[in-house]
């Protein structure tokens, strides 16, 4: 598919948004063969193609994450409009940017680069909002509410977990909601708080069977 594309030095929304997916898709097939290295490779080339700068220094990670963090808390308090959700252009930029940033963040945390995968879920969270009611906004809110838990700050993680839980009741998507238990037994996992995890495990392998 890639070596087919139009080469034209611009693209139309349409094909740049197929160029984009096309790489996020192919990142996610490295995942699933468990090749990391080739999935940070295909995911930083869908975000080039969106026009999202790859960060390397710490200092302008820093920087960007503090901004992007005080994006996110202002649209928790005053939400996109209804009008921007419904807008099918804006909504499928929206979507396919949460996807590439998720991606992004899996690779930065299997690469311990930690800045930049919190940089990465707080975008893929922001992005994801912007869609309404969708599977990209329950997994973003809780790959960013394990990601907050991890550093200890619970209120805040407990926000985004129940977030994404209450999103995924919406959706009355059982595969959906079994992930959301996943990622939350996970982080708990790592703090070896046992009874948590048995619960959301019992949870998810429950939905898994719906």
């Given at each position: 598919?890639?070596?087919?594309e139009p080469k034209?030095?611009?693209?139309?929304?349409?094909?740049?948004l197929q160029a984009?997916?096309?790489?996020?898709?192919?990142?996610?097939?490295?995942?699933?063969?468990?090749?990391?290295?080739?999935?940070?490779?295909?995911?930083?080339?869908?975000?080039?193609?969106?026009?999202?700068?790859?960060?390397?220094?710490?200092?302008?990670?820093?920087?960007?994450?503090?901004?992007?963090?005080?994006?996110?808390?202002?649209?928790?308090a005053y939400p996109?409009?209804?009008?921007?959700?419904?807008?099918?252009?804006?909504?499928?930029?929206?979507?396919?940017?949460?996807?590439?940033?998720?991606?992004?963040?899996?690779?930065?945390?299997?690469?311990?680069?930690?800045?930049?995968?919190?940089?990465?879920?707080?975008?893929?969270?922001?992005?994801?909002?912007?869609?309404?009611?969708?599977?990209?906004?329950?997994?973003?809110?809780?790959?960013?509410?394990?990601?907050?838990?991890?550093?200890?700050?619970?209120?805040?993680?407990?926000?985004?977990?129940?977030?994404?839980?209450?999103?995924?009741?919406?959706?009355?998507?059982?595969?959906?909601?079994?992930?959301?238990?996943?990622?939350?037994?996970?982080?708990?996992?790592?703090?070896?708080?046992?009874?948590?995890?048995?619960?959301?495990?019992?949870?998810?392998?429950?939905?898994?069977?719906?």
């Amino acid at each position: 598919c890639l070596a087919h594309e139009p080469k034209q030095p611009t693209w139309s929304v349409e094909q740049k948004l197929q160029a984009v997916r096309w790489r996020r898709q192919l990142a996610e097939a490295h995942y699933s063969r468990g090749d990391i290295h080739a999935q940070g490779i295909a995911v930083r080339r869908a975000l080039r193609v969106a026009g999202e700068p790859v960060l390397r220094s710490p200092t302008t990670i820093l920087i960007r994450l503090l901004w992007r963090g005080l994006r996110l808390a202002f649209q928790q308090a005053y939400p996109p409009s209804p009008r921007w959700v419904q807008r099918d252009d804006l909504r499928f930029w929206e979507r396919e940017l949460a996807r590439c940033l998720n991606q992004a963040a899996m690779v930065d945390y299997f690469e311990l680069r930690f800045s930049l995968g919190m940089y990465n879920l707080v975008g893929a969270v922001t992005h994801a909002e912007r869609t309404g009611f969708s599977v990209e906004m329950a997994v973003a809110s809780a790959q960013l509410a394990c990601g907050l838990g991890i550093l200890g700050w619970r209120n805040a993680c407990e926000h985004f977990m129940e977030r994404a839980e209450r999103v995924a009741l919406a959706l009355a998507d059982p595969a959906v909601h079994a992930h959301v238990c996943n990622l939350d037994a996970l982080w708990h996992l790592g703090r070896c708080e046992w009874s948590v995890v048995d619960r959301r495990l019992d949870q998810s392998q429950e939905l898994c069977l719906r």
